[in-house]
């Protein structure tokens, strides 16, 4: 199933299974939102996966 052009909404994405997973989704090439109670962390998280190419 393609993500691409979908948008997602990760929770917990500021370490751990989360960061992976919102990893995973910018690498495939979906829009996503990288919420975390650690607004530090979401926003480390932010800019790593902003910094990434999607797969074409």
Known sequence: MSVKGKTGIVTGAGSGLGEAGA????????RIVVAD??????????????ARPSCE
């Open 23 to 30: 990893g995973r989704l910018a690498r495939e090439g979906a």
């Open 37 to 50: 109670v650690d607004g530090a962390a979401a926003e480390r998280v932010t800019r790593s996966t902003a």
